[in-house]
Antibody, heavy 121, light 107 residues
Framework: QVQLVQSGAEMTKPGASVRVSCKAS????????ISWLRQAPGQGLEWVGW????????NYAQKLQGRVSMTTDTSTNTAYMELRSLTSDDTAIYYC??????????????WGQGTLVTVSS | DIQMTQSPSTLSASVGDRVTITCRAS??????LAWYQQKPGKAPKLLVY???SLESGVPSRVSGSGSGTDFTLTISSLQPDDFATYYC?????????FGQGTKVEFK
């Protein structure tokens, strides 16, 4: 069965960087794109960006451009999301999500368990 | 960016009630509309995609409809497991955008 297992909670300081990992299993990793989303405490869902696992193409939320990077390691079936120059506004649960289908417009069909990133001095 | 507006923000209901949540897009998203259910402390779960396609394993009391800018999620007979927060999301174009959520709570 499809599983996405994310790395553990992170507590970091303003100005620092964080990298969250998302290890996939139960399917052919390169056949499905991955999106990252986040949810600030008590708030709704926000799309962070998307990566094509097949060719590495990315698309990031405009507000995070220049601070976010998404990569994948096909040898370990792992996706990564790095966010730099953190502020308290970046405090959130970060989710990776595999797209439901391999073709056409993607939708977040399978989700990781979430990684809490806390930014505090 | 496409704005998604859900209503109501909170819905008080009882087991067995028929509940409907609406979602409006600021411009047409065709049928590229999804609905998710989220319970406290859990990741969202996909319920409906392409406006009306039920994800595998989702009970048939859940249904989605609409196209263009106006969409609805209906639960025909609310069950205890359905008390949760629901989000609509457009994936017609990036950036994906979400409604603000509808919390379904016990009346």
């Amino acid at each position: 069965q499809v599983q996405l297992v994310q790395s553990g909670a992170e507590m970091t300081k303003p100005g620092a960087s964080v990298r969250v990992s998302c290890k996939a299993s139960g399917y052919t990793f390169t056949n499905y794109d991955i999106s990252w989303l986040r949810q600030a405490p008590g708030q709704g869902l926000e799309w962070v960006g998307w990566i094509s696992v097949n060719n590495g193409n990315t698309n990031y939320a405009q507000k995070l451009q220049g601070r976010v990077s998404m990569t994948t390691d096909t040898s370990t079936n792992t996706a990564y999301m790095e966010l730099r120059s953190l502020t308290s506004d970046d405090t959130a649960i970060y989710y990776c999500a595999r797209h439901l289908t391999s073709l056409g417009r993607g939708v977040a069909g399978y989700w990781g368990q979430g990684t809490l990133v806390t930014v505090s001095s | 960016d496409i704005q998604m507006t859900q209503s109501p923000s909170t819905l008080s209901a009882s087991v067995g009630d028929r509940v409907t949540i609406t979602c409006r897009a600021s411009q047409s998203v065709s049928s590229w509309l999804a609905w998710y259910q989220q319970k406290p402390g859990k990741a969202p779960k996909l319920l409906v995609y392409k406006a009306s396609s039920l994800e595998s394993g989702v009970p048939s009391r859940v249904s989605g409809s609409g196209s263009g800018t106006d969409f609805t999620l209906t639960i025909s007979s609310l069950q205890p497991d359905d008390f949760a927060t629901y989000y609509c999301q457009q994936y017609n174009s990036y950036p994906w955008t979400f409604g603000q959520g509808t919390k379904v709570e016990f009346k």
